[in-house]
């Protein structure tokens, strides 16, 4: 058994991990603010880490401003990193974005997110990092966030995506709990590539949601104008076996 703490542990794929863990016989703490434990203020994060060996972070911001999101991945970052440290902590396991490597980036949120890959990297701490594609999930998020940048219909970037269930994301992490650090990063994604026209289209529909979905060339993805490949994984990405389809139903 060993003892592991899951840093966003009452988010979405948070609460996977932490099921996931426990029924392998781990003893577990959810560790984020509605437990007590807030990575940018460092409140309840020393005793969070105490006796843990490995600390899956799946934490995330409650904004997309670009500003706030910086701000919050590099405190929180440096806030955990730092705690690791003085606990003694063995493997940093953290859940990145397929695309934050790109240089230049011109997504903010994966801006930052890239920091704080590179805030871990310089950390002395033994780490994985596990970049996903957008989550089954987050496809109606997606075509809510483009249905609030003002027009009538819902107009998202016109390119391709290979979204991955959550449940895949969190079999993943939960097994590197078990693994020792790689030092590195990989990727991970769904077995389909789509149009994100149509998986946000799907998304929305199986929520009774019929708006059409148009593919605009100039429509921008969480505020940046991306090319039409830049959010899809590289070849030596592990592939999922959970079908979007399969998901819907
Ligand atoms: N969405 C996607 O398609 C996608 C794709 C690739 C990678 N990712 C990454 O996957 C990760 C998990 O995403 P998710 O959808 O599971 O997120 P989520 O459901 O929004 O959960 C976020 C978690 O972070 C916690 N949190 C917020 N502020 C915090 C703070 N100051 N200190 C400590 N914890 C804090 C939240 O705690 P409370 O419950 O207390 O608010 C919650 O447990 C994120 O790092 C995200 O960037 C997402």
């Known amino acids: 058994m060993t003892r592991i703490t899951v840093v966003g542990g009452t988010g979405l794929i948070g609460r996977k991990v932490t099921?996931?863990?426990?029924?392998?016989?781990?003893?577990?703490?959810?560790?984020?603010?509605?437990?007590?434990v807030d990575l940018v203020t460092g409140a309840g994060v020393d005793d969070a880490l105490a006796g843990s060996s490995v600390v899956i972070d799946v934490s995330k911001p409650r904004t997309y401003d670009p500003d706030e999101v910086w701000r919050h991945i590099d405190l929180a970052t440096r806030t955990l990193v730092a705690a690791e440290t003085r606990a003694g902590?063995?493997?940093?396991?953290?859940?990145?974005?397929?695309?934050?490597?790109?240089?230049?980036?011109?997504?903010?949120?994966?801006?930052?997110?890239?920091?704080?890959?590179?805030?871990?990297?310089?950390?002395?701490?033994?780490?994985?990092?596990?970049?996903?594609?957008?989550?089954?999930?987050?496809?109606?998020?997606?075509?809510?966030?483009?249905?609030?940048?003002?027009?009538?219909?819902?107009?998202?970037?016109?390119?391709?995506?290979?979204?991955?269930?959550?449940?895949?994301?969190?079999?993943?992490?939960?097994?590197l709990a078990d693994e020792a650090p790689s030092g590195g990063a990989s990727e991970i994604a769904?077995?389909?590539v789509m149009a994100l026209a149509d998986f946000?289209?799907?998304?929305?529909?199986?929520?009774?949601?019929?708006?059409?979905?148009i593919a605009d060339p100039r429509a921008l993805?969480?505020?940046?104008?991306?090319?039409?490949?830049?959010?899809?994984?590289g070849e030596n990405a592990r592939i999922a076996p959970t079908r979007l389809s399969d998901w819907l139903t």
């Not at 099921?19 to 007590?36: F, I, K, M, Q």
């Not at 946000?200 to 979905?213: E, F, K, N, Y």
């Not at 993805?221 to 994984?233: C, K, M, S, T």
Request: aromatic share 6%; with cysteine.
């Open 89 to 175: 902590v063995l493997h940093h396991v953290a859940l990145s974005a397929v695309g934050t490597e790109r240089d230049p980036q011109p997504i903010p949120f994966y801006r930052a997110k890239a920091h704080g890959e590179a805030i871990l990297r310089g950390s002395g701490v033994p780490f994985s990092i596990v970049r996903a594609t957008q989550f089954f999930e987050f496809g109606a998020q997606i075509g809510a966030q483009a249905r609030a940048a003002g027009t009538d219909d819902v107009r998202v970037a016109d390119a391709e995506v290979q979204p991955i269930a959550g449940d895949d994301v969190a079999v993943q992490l939960a097994g």
């Open 200 to 213: 946000v289209s799907r998304c929305l529909a199986a929520i009774g949601d019929d708006q059409p979905v």
């Open 19 to 36: 099921a996931l863990l426990r029924t392998a016989g781990h003893e577990v703490r959810a560790a984020s603010p509605s437990t007590g």
């Open 190 to 192: 769904g077995p389909e």
């Open 221 to 233: 993805y969480f505020g940046a104008a991306i090319e039409r490949d830049e959010l899809l994984p």
